[in-house]
């Protein structure tokens, strides 16, 4: 079986929550507004339209600017975000790497929130259990495994996430920037592994505003602007576009 990866005319549009302006003259008046009055329901359009294709070997850079839509499109590419329109095809066990905190509990093990977060991921119970040893390892808690996740410092949780996200190898690996998780022991331990997983991939599809990341890292670029496909090519000509849009 070979990877593959097709969004068709995609869309995603949310449902958003907005507090109308309060123009309160006093800290009271304030406090009671913000604590009554009811934020208004609309929806958003987030995607519109968006198609690209990516094949066995590629590696696609997701650019664009602040807000552009990027993270929301990898969403949607991981399957946490069905689209709202157009088609998303995918062959291939996909391995994201967005949120490392996602899906974590605070009063849980760690030990137990591996296996929380590994079947998040869609990993067996027996699979899970075999990479907890290299997970411990690899994160540095060893020491660590029946304590709360709650007790652990913020560098610790981000080791923690880094490591469940990356133990298994997958198809389509799905990356949100590059990360730089932890000390600086550890960023070049998360650096090694990362580059080990783009190697190992099928394909990948990676959003950064690391422009020479992308260079380096991706044959092909898809350039996002409001939700849209302002370009989709070849990374160089793809960084060539971006750069005009930020002109
Ligand atoms: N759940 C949501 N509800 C409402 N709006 C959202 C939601 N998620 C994202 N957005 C909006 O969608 C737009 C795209 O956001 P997204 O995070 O995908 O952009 P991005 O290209 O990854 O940005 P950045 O480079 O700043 O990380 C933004 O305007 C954001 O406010």
Redesign the pocket.
């Known amino acids: 079986m070979t990877a593959h990866l097709r969004a068709t005319g995609v869309g995603l549009c949310?449902p958003?929550y907005v507090q109308r302006a309060r123009n309160h003259k006093s800290w009271f008046g304030t406090l009671l507004g913000a604590s009554t009055a009811r934020p208004e329901r609309v929806f958003?359009t987030?995607l519109e339209d968006v198609s690209f294709e990516a094949t066995e070997g590629d590696r696609v850079a997701l650019i664009?600017?602040?807000?552009?839509?990027?993270?929301?499109?990898l969403r949607v590419l991981t399957g946490a975000y069905p689209p709202t329109t157009g088609r998303l095809e995918v062959e291939g066990r996909r391995q994201a790497l967005l949120n490392i905190s996602l899906g974590f509990s605070g009063e849980a093990t760690v030990e137990e929130n591996i296996l929380l977060r590994g079947t998040a991921m869609g990993l067996p119970a027996d699979r899970i259990r075999e990479l907890t040893r290299d997970i411990l390892e690899f994160s540095g808690l060893n020491d660590a495994a029946q304590h709360r996740l709650r007790t652990l410092s913020a560098g610790q949780r981000m080791r923690l996430g880094f490591a469940v996200s990356t133990a298994a190898e997958g198809d389509i690996m799905l990356l949100?920037e590059w990360l730089g998780a932890g000390d600086m022991q550890f960023i070049r331990k998360a650096r090694a592994r990362m580059n080990d997983r783009v190697k190992g991939s099928r394909i990948v599809i990676l959003?950064t505003?690391n422009l020479e990341i992308a260079r380096r890292v991706c044959n092909k670029g898809v350039v996002?602007e409001n939700?849209r496909v302002a370009f989709a090519g070849g990374v160089i000509e793809s960084i060539l576009e971006y750069r005009k849009l930020c002109r």
């Open positions: 949310v958003h958003r987030i664009g600017r602040n807000g552009a839509g990027k993270s929301s499109l949100d959003a505003h996002l939700g």
